[in-house]
């Protein structure tokens, strides 16, 4: 695969040196300048016909500075030399303009220098390059499939492809283009009884992934058919199921939900620049400060947490981050304790972890926005003969199965969290009962990674993930993947939502 | 800053190239200028100037037919002579896609007076009296051993909007706010306010830093509370977070269809009747694009059709709405086609948000509430919110930055945080006092959702479903 022509096409070196030399010239200790365009693709449809189909196209520059100790930046939309050379000028004059409240001065970590290299990330169908007729057929059929089953009402199907597209280069001497293909597919089964009003949804829980169109027309790396065959009755079952007793039961909980709860109660906790308080205001800070490194209890001894933003197909990996550091993989959580944190280069830097040197997670959501520490791919890792999920199940006298994400929840330090999801099973006795609506789970953090009690083989282990996180001021989305295998955990809150509702 | 060709120009070019039945071109000019800052320093900052332009071609029969099918395509970075390539995308898009279900006609012709006019922009100098306001506030907050974290955000937002039809419409929006949240330099106690500003001429910060201060002194006292439900007051902030929720929710189709809190059960909706239960505060929730101080585009833009937009509805004429009346439900989100297929007046989705709910149209302040609360608690703001249950659309969230105990009038201490589980429109019937209604800025919708005015809430029995060791 290569990048696509109408990029590589664009004058990026020419654009490059007139903003990097303008900024050089000003005098600036370091600049930085990116041209990306992000082309993305959204297809919805509502029983089986066309609700919308967008397709936007968001192209620009930018060029980020280091001038007498503070940041600046600017970003513009004309590609030409002179508009480049105006942000340049730009972003030093934000320095400016910025330095009255500028305490701390900006020193970045130093990296090695790359020069000139190109990456493209693993697909194998560019789904722009497939005619939209063929992407809305493909979920029409599947729409009309579920439709066509026993008690299904209606039927939401939405399909999203970015294609990403990024030029970077410094007065260090970096000139990297990169390439990134994403695509997410969902249909959500929607049945009502008239009579009393109550409806429930049952939604596909296919994980967005860094692959193309073939993601969709093969059962290979997920099993559509088997999903969608399932669907009507796992719908059919969930609107006549009984509700939940709240209390406290033993928690089987597959992949497709658990790679949320990873997201929110690890991936963002284990961000430095939460730690500092850099999202203090928004976002929020973590409650795993940096003087816990290394003897914060995290979890139970079989939790086990990497960050990489090089796993083939994973929606954080990429070839160079957006500061020109090569990516890597590394642990965050070793044995149940904390171990490592997400950096880019400022705050590597001025804190000295891993050696003073960023693992690579700054990145910027398009030329428009600042480069910021951004989350990589935060996965559990399964224990290598580790349980099947029907072995986890086996071990729980009372409790839940659940599967698929859907609400989410958490405080602004990551301590208390509420996840529900798209269905639960009864478990009695070790073995799998009908399932219960209402649900919720609610914990603490480190309460409930320490009542993780086991982590399922390498045979659970599934990637999720979301396009969608959300993080800094202005607001920018990244796509970001989490594996995980099942896990079992002991002794946890369910609530009733219909008594939470006070009814 | 430098922009692409003249939107004006790019409208005319695009509709002029277009060979489709009809057409609608959208241009969005934006320049935006921000500082964020933490631990009394800045840590990011940037200026950003923008065009996008979209073109949403009808083909197979422009005037309303069943068949009729449309593409959507926006790019940015397009000028006169990229436009065409656009316009042709845009065409392919809707040769391709299968007729639209909300296929109408476009809406009949008319032009904005200031059709002509550039667009307004803004740049980094819409700073220049706030910056050192805020390193003042900065020198405050070190003197007294605290930290101060924010943003400030202003941007300008010029659209022109042209169809086949022969609408030319300009709208220019500022949109602006800042953010300081203040911590003591342990980071045990922290206060946060929101202020939205069209233009930052009336934003004092010194005095936002003098009320955090005020709030952090508040918190030297601890109260440890348990799970419960609490008489609450809820200030506008989070007011607004739970009326913009309750208002995206608001499709008609959603509620026609049986599957939102607006459905009836036995089918049909709850439109007409009473959402304000045995409560007697009966409060009216409205949108009016030209409410003084929450002024917003007057015609409907839509750059994608679901459940309460279409795009066929672009440049329809938006006037003020009232949703809830009085504490009746009187409309719900709709395109023409969902209102007429309900039989319902055509109320499609406005961009601000008013709650009036004391009687007589006057209130007590927040600080008047709060003085004649006798045992509970006073909110900061609320965070995280999510849906957890459509049904009754039982919403999930976090307080934050200050949950204060009150007793007597007086704040007597803070106390820990809280998960709450509550559902906005169950709210409504629940209300026990309100006051007067405010210009308020949403903290957790804010950021979409810039434009409220809400008034603060005495709710007796707010659910705080678990605590949060958060602070």
């Not at chain 1, 007729?133 to 209606?154: P, Y």
């Not at chain 1, 295998?485 to 946890?492: H, N, Q, S």
């Not at chain 2, 015609?299 to 279409?310: G, L």
């Not at chain 2, 959702?449 to 705080?464: G, H, S």
Request: aromatic fraction near 8%; charged fraction near 20%; include cysteine.
């Amino acid at each position: 695969m290569t990048v696509d022509e109408s990029f590589t096409s664009l004058p990026l070196g020419d654009l490059a040196e007139a903003a990097l030399s303008r900024a050089r010239a000003l005098g600036a200790e370091h600049a930085d300048f990116r041209v990306e365009t992000v082309r993305s693709q959204n297809i919805n449809l509502r029983d089986g016909h066309v609700d919308g189909v967008s397709d936007s196209s968001d192209r620009g520059l930018s060029v980020r500075v280091v001038y007498d100790g503070t940041w600046g930046f600017a970003a513009g939309v004309a590609l030409d030399a002179r508009t480049a050379a105006a942000l340049a000028e730009q972003a030093v004059e934000v320095a400016k303009v910025s330095k009255p409240v500028n305490s701390e001065p900006v020193v970045l970590a130093p990296e090695p220098v790359h020069g000139e290299h190109v990456w493209v990330s693993s697909y194998e169908v560019n789904p722009f390059d497939v005619p939209d007729t063929e992407k809305i057929g493909h979920f029409q059929r599947w729409s009309e499939r579920l439709l066509a089953a026993d008690g299904v009402a209606h039927v939401d199907a939405g399909f999203q492809a970015v294609q990403e597209c990024k030029y970077f280069a410094d007065l260090a001497g970096n000139r990297l283009t990169q390439q990134r293909i994403r695509t997410e597919g969902a249909l959500t089964a929607v049945a009502v009884d008239e009579d009393s009003g109550a409806f429930e949804t049952m939604r596909t829980v296919a994980p967005p992934v860094g692959r193309g169109w073939e993601f969709f027309t093969g059962n290979e790396v997920f099993d559509w058919d088997a999903e969608l065959d399932a669907l009507p009755g796992l719908l059919r079952d969930k609107l006549t199921a009984p509700s939940v007793q709240a209390g406290e039961y033993d928690l089987v909980i597959d992949p497709s939900n658990l790679w949320l709860t990873i997201h929110e109660s690890i991936g963002h906790a284990t961000e430095l620049d939460r730690a500092l308080g850099y999202e203090a205001a928004y976002a929020g800070t973590s409650f795993a400060t940096l003087d816990k490194l290394g003897t914060l209890k995290y979890g139970s001894p079989v939790m086990n947490i990497t960050g990489d933003r090089v796993s083939e197909h994973g929606l954080g990996t990429v070839g160079f981050d957006d500061e020109g550091v090569q990516t890597q993989a590394w642990d965050i959580v070793k044995d149940g304790t904390l171990v490592g944190y997400q950096l880019d280069r400022r705050i590597a830097q001025l804190k000295g972890l891993n050696g003073g040197r960023s693992n690579g997670c700054a990145f910027a959501d398009s030329a428009a926005h600042v480069p910021i520490q951004r989350m990589a791919n935060v996965s559990l890792r399964p224990a290598p003969d580790g349980p099947s999920t029907k072995e986890l199940i086996s071990r729980v006298r009372r409790g839940l199965y659940i599967i698929g994400d859907k609400s989410w929840s958490i405080d602004m330090q990551r301590y208390n969290f509420q996840f529900t999801g798209q269905r639960a099973f009864l478990i009695e006795d070790g073995e799998l009962k009908g399932q219960v609506k209402d649900f919720a789970y609610q914990a603490t953090t480190t309460d409930f990674w320490g009542a993780m009690e086991a982590v399922g083989g390498p045979q659970t282990y599934v990637v999720g993930g979301s396009f969608q996180c959300g993080k800094g001021q202005p607001g920018q989305v990244a796509p970001v993947s989490h594996g995980a295998p099942a896990a079992l955990f002991r002794g946890i809150r369910i609530l009733n939502t219909v008594q939470e509702a006070g009814q | 800053m430098t922009l692409s060709s003249k939107p004006q120009d790019l409208v005319e070019k695009a509709l002029e190239l277009s060979r489709a039945d009809g057409a609608v071109v959208l241009v969005d000019a934006a320049t935006d200028a921000n500082l964020r800052w933490a631990n009394n320093t800045l840590t990011t900052n940037g200026v950003s100037a923008g065009q996008q332009v979209t073109v949403i071609s009808v083909k197979n029969g422009a005037t309303g037919a069943a068949s009729a099918a449309v593409g959507v395509v926006g790019r940015s970075g397009v000028d006169l002579s990229s436009v065409e390539d656009l316009v042709r995308a845009s065409e392919k898009a809707a040769e391709e896609s299968g007729p639209a279900d909300d296929a109408d006609q476009l809406v009949p012709g008319r032009a904005s007076a200031d059709w002509d006019e550039p667009p307004a922009q803004t740049d980094i100098s819409v700073f220049s009296s706030f910056a050192p306001a805020l390193g003042e506030t900065f020198a405050a907050a070190r003197a007294e051993g605290s930290l101060l974290f924010g943003y400030a955000e202003h941007s300008m937002s010029t659209q022109y909007l042209g169809s086949t039809s022969g609408l030319r419409l300009r709208h220019a929006q500022p949109t602006g706010s800042v953010q300081l949240n203040a911590k003591s330099g342990d980071r045990s106690r922290s206060a946060w306010a929101g202020v939205p500003t069209a233009d930052f001429s009336d934003v004092d910060v010194v005095a936002v830093g003098q009320d955090l201060a005020r709030r952090l002194e508040w918190a030297k006292r601890k109260i440890d509370l348990p799970a419960g439900r609490y008489e609450t007051v809820l200030p506008p902030t989070s007011v607004a977070d739970l009326m913009i929720y309750a208002y995206w929710s608001a499709a008609l189709r959603d509620a026609v269809d049986g599957r939102s809190v607006f459905s009836k059960s036995g089918g049909g909706t709850k439109l007409g009747e009473s959402l304000a239960g045995s409560s007697a505060i009966k409060a009216t929730l409205r949108s009016d694009p030209t409410a003084a101080g929450l002024e917003c585009t007057p015609y409907v833009e839509a750059y994608s059709s679901n459940a309460y937009q279409s795009v066929f509805d672009n440049g329809l004429a938006l006037g003020p709405t009232e949703w809830i009346k009085d504490g009746e439900l009187a409309a719900l989100l709709t395109t023409r086609q969902t209102a007429a297929g309900a039989q319902a007046p055509v109320t499609p989705f406005v961009d601000n948000l008013i709650l009036d709910a004391a009687p007589g149209g006057t209130g007590p302040s927040l600080t008047e509430l709060t003085g004649s609360t006798r045992d509970g608690l006073l909110l900061t703001s609320l965070w995280y919110i999510r849906e957890v249950d459509p049904q009754t659309l039982l919403l999930t969230g976090l307080t934050r930055d200050g949950v204060y105990k009150v007793e007597g009038g007086e704040v007597v201490g803070e106390v820990n945080n809280f998960r709450f589980n509550e559902s906005p429109v169950a709210l409504l019937s629940r209300i026990a006092e309100a006051g007067r209604t405010e210009r308020t800025f949403s903290r957790e919708w804010g950021d979409y959702f810039n434009r409220t005015a809400m008034p603060a809430l005495r709710i007796p029995d707010f659910n705080m479903s678990s605590v949060s060791p958060a602070s």
